[in-house]
């Protein structure tokens, strides 16, 4: 009988001062599942070193360069499973195209790329490729949001008529990327984040959660763009109209200079028979509204839940779970995919993971609000 | 010494049936400066008169018809002061220019009438008259929604940037209309409430309050409409993006088909330094949120309250007030302001008192609205 | 045809700088049913008249003393049907007391008398005089109060197993009355308001509401009373052990010095199956949670409430009802079982009016409350 | 330069079936300074052996029985640094006893052992030992828990008057355990949960966490504990009065027949000028109300926090924490002494990290409140 050992984690970028690193590492571990073993976690080689120390890893794994990493790692009987990927957005192509090349499965902070031409092209590769392709939209990792997902699904709801969803931050009310610190200094490149702003960093999680919970798809939008902040090179602020594939209408707003807001995602879809309403800040509650009944209040854990919500519960009711754990539910789902696949199976991934599909349409969403707005008015997707 | 006679009100609506016509009664009452002493309750008389048994008044002044009632209380030695407008939208003009013309001031549901060029008509009688016209957008006499205007008014928030309002309900969600329910069946009717179904009915609060609170004007809206429920012959969902006087934008959302709502009205306004929130369904707090320091909650009759706020206070901190005194406020500022003219002074009713501008501007809106989703694009102000 | 006149209203105290006077006339007014007719608001004659004036009574009805103007009203035509009593505590019972020898109907602000003693002489003279005999615990208004009462009652909850009711103020954290606050002085004054103090003052409310909604009475207690406030002459503190006449138990916590609590007011109720939560600062909503099932909020106004709870609604759903609704309740069971009466039908209030045997079992609950902490242990009732 | 290995944990307890042990190793490997490396799970050689698959152990380190375990792996060069106890209360004390004596330190599920007695003779082995002991009082890890408790150090609630903590359940509303439902079974058998039903579950979290948090000592109580569920064996409700050591007073209620409810923690603490509460519930946020001022809500991960809170956040604001990085706080900062001191230096943990004087403090409450309810009276600490 042996060990059965753990998925090999490789990490691309999350080096010093990252925050969205060692919430990968901990999301990654978290269920014991996957255990981070190297990372090019730096252009700067010591930084690269450094991170690897403060990740306890074998100093020889801890790489200056993706690439290096990802020939070195292919060599061994104990190189990465799979590579996950956390630098900024220009990087993402390349890293995935690299990784799938050599063989390596990819699990990518989202945007799936820079630009939709090339979610296109990852598309194709990760097709070529037959590996499996994990996008982190954190949101669909809550218990409650697969709540929400699956009472859409049942059509206890009716049919739906009308979604709202809205992702409003404050942290960049200022010039914050004029100081020098890192996350506003690379959220604001267009060299760095691609073409939207807010629209692209919090929009596409917004978007993707919409059609995540209702089971819709977005065909028409009318966006409006600002750039509030004098001197900023992209959005920060956006409205728009929806259209969905089923004739329901509704709204989608981001901003990043709402200023007092920390991070108010919320979602509510409507339909004939009632609705429900779920937001980020009290993640362990969705609330349900009919027409002619008490408000009910879903919680997390409880046995009256869907299969789907009770499946990602980790502690018993009222024992609030959080971020670290929506994330860890992803890639849990992951992991589980990847040992069907390497044990021989094909490469099935579950429908509540977000794959490249999902890359590809939020990069789709990105440039149509970009040219809805370059025309202030619909655009078909 | 001579007793202080209350103010003698006659209404016209408000009869068996209505919603609306108690409400009037209770809020001209409540602070003990009006009375109810006549009304032209419904164009029955029988229904008429078993109104005005109802709200005990003297049989004899209970009428059958509101030209009638103008005529004959502008006879009496005690007629009424004034008269309070509570029929479908499409009577508020012939009413009020019927008040105006035998020198009684009006008090007037919202709208101020069915269309915007009968709204400036209107503003040109009340202006030829002389005669306070006040105008009941109800959530202006909130205490909380006093203090979030004052708030702006004071720079706190820094340069408002962002607005979002939205008003939301689900009890228009099947063709209710369509079983003979009295306040669904006028607010469906175009030749009874004019040109604007939800945009009308409930958008025009929103508008109104979002104007009211910021202190800023709409130049700019796009606008999209939609009717959800088959057969029916006005809008019932809107959204809209808006563009602020001062450079500001945002949006505003109202429905009459979002399932499980009750009568969601909430505001938000975002300012440079931090931002404000308002619920109707929570009206004795007023949330403030700050870059930099804690989330506050303003509670309504507290002594840290601004001026505005404290002076529409009837109970203690704690003690919830509701929509029936937020109602009364209005006429309180009303009462108060016909006294002062009935004792010789200038007509010059309070700021905070909606007045003819406002139900021009109200109307202008729906107008624009209708426009703006004509043209599927943006419409100036 | 004869108009129907509203019920004649003379009240006892409530003069200038009173908070709960001009309480009691806008809820005793709201519903249309009663008008204040005459006072003696205060022992001063000018106040008197001087409040009078702000009612807009005719002056020679406004009266320096309760006994003269029982005696004139007594003689007049129009003379007042019924006292409403909202002078301190010391005054209740001798005001009940000639109102009720004078064939007046009473509707007294709590506590009933000024001692238990006081409250059982009250109860024999109600008793002797047949007439209607109210007391405004106002939170026995509240819709959602009614809800929480039915629901107990139809056992849904299951046998109630534990109790939980607190009040919590923190206005009285200074020694407030050193200050000459007419509110704190005459609340902290064992002249005036008799042996309680918070147990007094807001603890039987707290008592009644929980008797009120769970039908259960209370048959034990321990209670455990502090004066935190150095020099203060009555109790400002209190938490307290119950134990109901069905074998449930539980807790009641009552406070004057919680600093930062404005009127916080809750109640919670066990059964075997499921609970519900009342809160009067959120006093539209109540709360019912399952062992098995979804939580829910009942909202007010809405159409799946109990007959009980629906019969107290003026306002639709969303349209939040407060303080003063929830005692203009009481003014309206308390006109219409006066009318029926004055229309020669036998004297039966309704049970949801709290009449003398909750004014008595209120003052039971002061006394009971002062001897278990005394003795530092159990009582019985 | 070598790879800076992680802290090696063992576990007792756990195996399959139990809560708490997943949630353990979670916590303890979060922060990527620890890792699981061996157990005694299970009782049973088959379980043991499972649960150590499970958790991706070598099979050679999932031993039977911790006596064997202990010895094994003192044995190793790689042996355990710690000993995670998470059996049944009446295995706390032999466990954590032989893992003293073998020279290992011990983090321990609360209590510390299955009666005062007990823990009395632990305290006096980690004395003896000289190695670290930590208590895992889980709530002591919420980043807001430090925050009410630093808010508190500083004193600008004023003097402490008043406090009050709870901790509602309904899950043993009925006789689960005669179903065979593990939890039920030994946290309701005197043989291995102790003396204490509720009160020892779950009233030990609350009054651990009123101390924590205020900064005073409990000096008196006044308890009265029920057993609702017939033929249960332990109490399953309390409700107790207590006192400060600054002379406050205060509430303490626990419960575990509170039906609808799910896992209810929540504190008040009541200073002269204010106060603050927190809920488990809604672990992100502290409430914190002023005499003067709006109410505060302070929000994780914000700047404006004090240090201590700052120091365990590790999302930013808005991007909520729950139940496993509370535990992975108290873990992190056992690691962080538990390496201090194995680089040679004294053995001093952090005052935030709960420890042997917290375990006995805590049977110390239990044995009282049993004594306090036999006497039906207050008892002293």
């Not at 403060?54 to 990802?70: E, H, N, S, T, V």
């Not at 697969?146 to 009716?158: P, Q, S």
Request: proline share 5%; net charge neutral.
């Amino acid at each position: 009988m042996t060990e059965p050992h753990k998925l090999r984690m490789g990490m691309v970028g999350g080096g010093p001062g990252a925050f969205i690193g060692p919430v990968h590492r901990i999301a990654a571990e978290l269920d014991g599942k996957i255990e981070l073993v190297a990372g090019a976690f730096s252009q700067s080689p010591e930084r690269s070193r450094e991170a690897g120390m403060r990740f306890r890893l074998d100093p020889a794994r801890a790489y200056a360069d993706y690439r290096q990493m990802i020939e070195a790692e292919s060599k061994r009987a104990d190189g990465v499973d799979f590579v996950a990927i956390v630098a900024p957005n220009h990087m993402h192509l390349p890293v995935a195209l690299a990784a799938l090349e050599s063989g390596i499965a990819v699990m990518s902070d989202k945007p799936a790329a820079a630009s939709y031409e090339e979610a296109l092209e990852l598309q194709a590769a990760v097709a070529k490729s037959g590996l499996l392709y994990g996008l982190t939209h954190t949101y669909a990792g809550y218990a409650m949001v697969r709540e929400a997902r699956a009472l859409c699904a049942t059509g206890k709801l009716g049919t739906i008529r009308k979604v709202a969803v809205e992702y409003m931050q404050g942290w960049l009310s200022g010039p914050l990327e004029s100081t020098g610190h890192k996350q506003a200094v690379w959220r604001t490149d267009p060299a760095l984040s691609g073409a939207g702003g807010a629209i692209g960093d919090i929009g596409t999680h917004a978007f993707h959660l919409i059609e995540y919970i209702s089971g819709l798809k977005v065909t028409a939008m009318n966006a409006t763009l600002r750039t509030v902040v004098p001197g900023r090179r992209l959005d920060d602020d956006c409205n728009a109209f929806l259209r969905m594939n089923n004739g329901a209408e509704g709204s989608l707003a981001c901003s990043q200079i709402a200023a007092g807001e920390m991070n108010e995602l919320r979602v509510r879809v409507y339909g004939e028979k009632g609705s429900l309403e779920w937001r980020h800040q009290d993640p362990n509650r969705l609330i349900v509204r009919w027409l002619d009944g008490p408000e009910q209040i879903h919680h997390a854990s409880m046995s009256y839940l869907s299969a789907e919500a009770r499946a990602v519960a980790r502690t018993p009711a009222g024992h609030p779970e959080g971020y670290l754990e929506a994330f860890a539910v992803l890639y849990r789902e992951f992991a589980d995919a990847l040992l069907t696949w390497k044990q021989g199976r094909a490469n099935s991934p579950p429908a509540t993971l977000p794959g490249i599909e999902a890359g590809v349409r939020g990069m789709r969403f990105i440039e149509r609000a970009i040219e809805s707005h370059r025309i202030a008015g619909w655009v078909e997707f």
